[in-house]
């Protein structure tokens, strides 16, 4: 918070009285509105216990860790082609052969703008409209997400300090070592944020496997909600799921980021220190 | 080929409910998506607290599930817009969380000074958020606000199984009766994403050239 306090003074003995109302109105009017919707909830039967007891039946929870299992394991999959993908065509877009930047510019371009959605109905006509088959899910993400890191990856290699590629190939350097092996590791560090976020985008997305009927917790809800008519109740527990995964994907990366910046940072103190011995 | 031309008012049609729920919940999350932001750079913290948990919420839970939650959970509350409303609402809401977000960071990237001048002149918070901050952050960030409209646009696909005959709904019709002409049918149909995907970077570009001069 350091650059916003720059948009107000420090509060005086005024300005914090006032602050202090505003915070117990939010909180007074937050309160209200989780009144209301408790309010609504009960009075128009939602707090029912037969809508809810899905999600208390061993069964069933049975059947929603199952359903888990499998969004996460479409999403492994379909984030590992993505990266794939992304490398092989942000090294067409990087490319010094019109020959390759070409129809890699106009393949990534095409499928960043065309719906996520569309695509894998594209996809899933291919397979003649069979349910309960992952292929469209995956093959779409894939295409998506992957022309969306294509895009990631150009960026972050062209982020590269010139200083660094100019002295690979002072020293040398073929295109291909310098962008192996100067740009690449560089690049990495950079682009971690965008690609966990395109993580997120890949594991929020694989909810699409609903309109195809591929299996997944989207479709285990509707199994749930066919049997018990509780919408409400299952898109509340099935949000509740999301967020907590997204969550926790986020925090992973955030430590492996902070793992990534340690590493660099004793990186450079041990070159300082190495430099400092050589001097004395 | 042909079976694509003689479809073409349904894909006009089609088009027509896409372009009606951009503007609805392009709408409503631009003046959500302003309020978030600005509750997140207030000097209380109860409404940052607000704004941080919105934002995290939000963006974390994908648009089914807020679709499922407005179109089939709201009714069973006893509030209801009609399927039309409700779905707008969906998208205006999840938009939104991204739409304060590149705000938020517009905001951080007008100037120092700027504010500071408004506040040595006396102004409170209010005043230099409107009448300093944030038109020069609307200016900054009119790429990344347009990339979210984009966004958007490609979302709206979404209604598709919610009762609203959208592109991708005559899409997935077409692509249904006509399996054998597959390929016309989806490359005309990408052809109009493209198209209002084309126009919204335009706007964009023209947007971005005219302000930086007035700068």
Redesign the interface.
Known sequence: MSSPTVLFDAPGPKARRRHRMISIFTVIALLAFLAVVIWRFNETGQLEYALWEPFVTPAYMELIGQATLDTLRTAAVAIVGAVAFGVIFATGKLSSHRIARWPSWLVVEFFRAVPLLMLIFFIWSLYGFKNGILIPLILGLILYNGSVLAEVFRAGMNAVPTGQVEAAYAIGMRKNAVMRLIQFPQAVKVMLPAIVSQCVVTLKDTSLGYYILAPGLTVAGRAIWREYDNRLQTALVLAAIYILLNLLLTWVARMLERRLNRSEANAARAVNEAARAARA | MTVFFDNFDLFLRGFAETAKLLVAAGALAMVLGTLIAVTR?S?????RV?GTTYV??V????????I??TY??MP????DFGFFGNITLAMGVYTSAFIAEALRSG??GVP?GQ??AA?AIGM??GL??TQV?LPQAFRLVVPPLVSQLIAL??????A??FGIAE??FR??GM??DY?SE?WVI?AG??AG??VI?AVLSSIAIYLERRWKVSR
Do not use: C, D, H, Q
């Open positions: 750079v000097p209380v913290k109860a409404l607000v995290s919420l963006r974390n839970t994908p648009l089914l599930m807020l499922l939650l089939y959970g069973r509350l006893g509030i905001v951080n120092l504010a500071e506040r409170p918070f230099t958020m901050v646009t490609k979302n709206t696909s979404l598709a199984t592109a991708t899409l997935n692509l249904r399996a597959r989806f149909y990408a994403y493209i995907v």
